[in-house]
Nanobody, 116 residues
Framework: QVQLVESGGGSARSGGSLRLPCRAS????????MSWYRQAPGEVRELVAN????????YYSDSVKGRFTISRDNTKKAVYLQMNSLKPEDAAVYYC?????????WGQGTQVTVSS
């Protein structure tokens, strides 16, 4: 059974940085794309970035490109989202997700707050 646990959320000032780890269990490497989504109050959940665990190829939404970096450590079955140059509009609950042909599994989410 796939389980995802996020951590690292918290508060930062505008222009600051945060790093979000997501640790996975029950996954088979090479069959999943790991993603970070976020959802602000009253907004739909949106894709921030994803990475293929096998190839390492990454995708970023336009809103975070050049500021956020997604990376993986396959030995630890962990995925990280390094968030730099944070903006108030980055404030949201961030969710880790594991996507395969079998569907999508979500973590519980971690809150990120950015003050101007």
């Amino acid at each position: 059974q796939v389980q995802l646990v996020e951590s690292g959320g918290g508060s930062a000032r505008s222009g600051g940085s945060l790093r979000l780890p997501c640790r996975a269990s029950g996954i088979t490497l090479g069959t999943y794309t790991m993603s970070w989504y976020r959802q602000a109050p009253g907004e739909v959940r949106e894709l921030v970035a994803n990475i293929n665990l096998d190839s390492g190829m990454a995708y970023y939404s336009d809103s975070v490109k050049g500021r956020f970096t997604i990376s993986r450590d396959n030995t630890k079955k962990a995925v990280y989202l390094q968030m730099n140059s944070l903006k108030p509009e980055d404030a949201a609950v961030y969710y880790c997700a594991a996507i395969s042909t079998a569907g999508i599994k979500w973590g519980q989410g971690t809150q990120v707050t950015v003050s101007s």
